[in-house]
């Protein structure tokens, strides 16, 4: 079993930024989202009207 992680994708022409999620997202296999921060500039250059899409389809367990 894989703990839980995550990919991003920007496409900028789009505006689209992209998440998929993948593995265990679990209390007990602790919290891959610390280190979300990573993110952050990616929200920062979205322009007005940009979308995130979330990919949950690799997610093979979650608890919170």
């Known amino acids: 079993t894989t703990p839980g992680q995550y990919e991003i ?3 900028r022409e789009s ?3 992209r998440i998929r999620a993948s593995g265990l997202w679990t209390m ?3 919290d891959p989202t ?3 921060e990573e993110m952050l500039p990616y929200f920062d250059a979205m322009p007005p ?3 995130v899409v979330i990919e949950d389809a690799g997610i ?3 608890d919170s």
């Open 9 to 11: 994708d920007y496409d």
């Open 34 to 36: 610390a280190e979300g």
């Open 49 to 51: 009207g940009g979308r």
């Open 15 to 17: 505006g689209v930024l």
């Open 60 to 62: 093979t367990d979650w």
């Open 28 to 30: 007990k296999t602790g």
